[in-house]
């Protein structure tokens, strides 16, 4: 009886977030009364801690007690990953990537993208480039297909900004390097004059 109440619980809380905040938080509460180690319960708290209260260490708090319940829960590490991203945990969202490739039953595809995304964000486009290509792989689906080509596009569109960024910050230095020559030269013969 008590694991079904959990589970009832668990169930009104999925239903209600996000738009019934309130009723998702008091029914949360209850599944992780009935079941503190309960790792859907956990994570969804995390994200609710992450998206509508901006608490990122207490979220972080509750992925890493998801975790510890069980490593071999395959959902918790997509959600994870991309919080460790956005939060700006690259060297632990590495690892943890790392290790989830290695989990049965895990979504390769969804853990390929989120490489992607991390060497994205740390403007490694080029192996960004590669491993979405690698989720592509992966995709059992027409619309994660599409997903996909759109997150390369993203990654050449950023890979053109930067080059045209770093190749105005050179012509820029160039120019006050001539200045400064320039400037230099003048100065002197004004002196002399």
Known sequence: MENNLHNIYLFRAIEAYPWELEKAVEALNYALSYEPENVRALCLMAQLQVEQLGDFELAKSYY??????????????????????????????????????????????????????LYEVKGEFDLAEEAIKEAKLFALNNEF?????????????????VKSKEQKLES??????????????????????
Not at 174 to 188: D, G, I, L, S
Request: aromatic share 12%; no cysteine; proline share 1%.
């Open 64 to 117: 890493q007690k998801a975790l510890a319940v069980s490593l071999e829960i395959p959902n918790v590490y997509a959600e994870y990953i991309r919080f460790l991203i956005n939060y700006g945990d690259l060297d632990e969202a590495q690892q943890l990537i790392d290790f989830a490739l290695t989990v049965k039953g895990i979504d390769k595809a969804i853990i390929m993208i989120n490489q992607g995304f």
């Open 172 to 193: 820029s230095q160039k120019k006050n390097e001539v200045q400064t020559k320039t400037n230099w030269f003048q100065n002197r013969l004004n002196n002399l004059l």
């Open 145 to 161: 297909f599409n997903y996909t080509d759109d997150a390369i596009s993203r990654v050449n569109k950023k890979r053109k900004f």
